[in-house]
Nanobody, 121 residues
Framework: QVQLVESGGGLVQPGRSLRLSCAAS????????MDWYRQAPGKQRELVAT???????NYTESVKGRFTISRDNAKNTVYLEMNSLKPEDTAVYYC???????????????WGQGTQVTVSA
């Protein structure tokens, strides 16, 4: 029932921009904290950016000033605007959603399948 579907990836030249989208088929999307992760070949999955249910944002140091995470709760969508892309940004980018159930104490989290971003001249 729950699905996160990323889109917008592709091949771009260094210095160019991409905008990733994550469409979430989740009830009560607005109460989820949303994240973008990425994983390059042979490397650990890395948290890139977060935006909480309260619209607080955070970024890993390597993308600060270049990437912007945002959300549109009316569209159940989270975005990652990526500017000034570098070859080291090349990775599969994953959308992630999580929430805490106040009644049960259970944490729910979901992952998308990922979208490939390749930055190369």
């Amino acid at each position: 029932q729950v699905q996160l579907v990323e889109s917008g990836g592709g091949l771009v030249q260094p210095g160019r921009s991409l905008r990733l989208s994550c469409a979430a088929s989740i009830s009560a999307f607005s109460i989820y904290d949303m994240d973008w992760y990425r994983q390059a070949p042979g490397k650990q999955r890395e948290l890139v950016a977060t935006i909480t249910r309260g619209y607080k944002t955070n970024y890993t140091e390597s993308v600060k000033g270049r990437f912007t995470i945002s959300r549109d709760n009316a569209k159940n969508t989270v975005y990652l605007e990526m500017n000034s892309l570098k070859p080291e940004d090349t990775a599969v980018y994953y959308c992630h959603a999580d929430r805490y159930n106040d009644l049960t104490g259970r944490v729910y989290d979901y992952w998308g399948q990922g979208t490939q971003v390749t930055v190369s001249a």
